[in-house]
């Protein structure tokens, strides 16, 4: 069997993550781009096929339709209205939730039965609201949640303390948006407390700015796209060559029936196990702020 991927929604987002496939080692056959403007991924698919030269991975790209979907490993969707600046990505959940509805019956149509992966805000609701429209177990849908959030507060991190990010075991957790937070009783440098490296203010200031960043850089350029297209290659690759890596994807809580982020062991099956993290009680409390942000956005579609 190929691993073929599909991307729905061939934006800013739906490139970058084509483009960062294309530059890393992957595990990817066949790229399939379906998007409502026909034209123009005509011509990004032709644009995409003259980099494979200087590509390390051979992969056949190709304009699709949803048809395309039934035999998919994963189905990445990045359709969707975007972020405008002052906009809160839960400013978006009336624009997105029917294209939501649309999209993913489409999918299911074609008799699709591989994994989700979700990269539109809001993108913990969206995560849920694609999940209950598919009705495939839990496991096969994935947002992606805080990775790139997480990507930010390593990079800020390894800046401050000039340590490799790789070597920075750190987390953002929660909603994709201003509720998330840094459990930083858990986060290490080399399996020391990052207290030994930072101190209080200088925590405050790095969590601040990763919540900020996004609205910071919509403000400047208009989206963010590089990092989430990072992102969703690295969950991509995790799926695809059974990696078992530990992930700060969004995925579906039982107990309180949404979709949120915490930690991850993602692999071929989609999300294996997630890893419990041990919070303090201020931690515990922004949690919950957190789950009940979600749950309101929820509340207020359905």
């Not at 509805?101 to 969206?126: C, E, Q, R, Y």
């Not at 998330?180 to 990052?194: K, Q």
């Not at 400047?220 to 290659?233: C, M, N, Q």
């Not at 969004?250 to 997630?274: L, Q, R």
């Amino acid at each position: 069997m190929k691993n073929k991927v599909v991307i729905i929604g061939c934006g800013n987002v739906g490139m970058a993550y084509a483009y960062a496939l294309l530059n890393q080692t992957t595990y990817v056959d066949d790229l399939i781009l379906i998007d409502i403007n026909t034209e123009r991924i005509i011509g990004e698919v032709a644009d995409l096929n003259h980099a494979l030269p200087y590509s390390p991975s051979k992969i056949n790209i190709n304009v699709g339709t949803y048809s395309d979907c039934k035999d998919a490993r994963i189905v990445v969707i990045a359709a969707g209205a975007n972020q405008a600046p002052g906009e809160t990505r839960l400013d978006l959940i009336n624009k997105n939730s029917a294209i939501f509805k649309t999209i993913t019956k489409k999918v299911m149509d074609s008799g699709f039965n591989g994994i989700f992966l979700i990269a539109t805000n809001p993108l913990d609701v969206m995560t849920y609201l694609t999940l209950k429209y598919s009705n495939l177990p839990a496991n096969k849908v994935i947002g992606s949640g805080t990775t790139l959030d997480t990507a930010r507060l390593r990079y800020m991190i390894s800046e401050r303390v000039d340590i490799c990010p790789k070597n920075i075991e750190a987390y953002v957790i929660g909603e994709h948006g201003d509720s998330e937070f840094v459990p930083w009783s858990n986060a290490t440098i080399g399996l020391t407390s990052i207290k030994e490296f930072l101190s209080q203010e200088e925590m405050l200031k790095i969590e601040k700015d990763v919540r900020e960043s996004a609205y910071d850089i919509i403000k400047r350029k208009g989206a963010t796209y590089y990092g989430i297209g990072s992102s969703l290659v690295r969950i991509t690759n995790a799926i695809l060559e059974d990696k078992n890596i530990i992930l700060s994807v969004s995925s579906y809580d039982e107990e309180n029936k949404i979709c949120i982020s915490t930690p991850a062991v993602v692999g071929a099956s989609g999300i294996k196990k997630k890893i419990f993290i041990p919070l303090k009680e201020d931690e515990k409390n922004k949690l919950i702020n957190s789950i009940n942000v979600i749950k309101e956005a929820i509340n207020s579609i359905e």
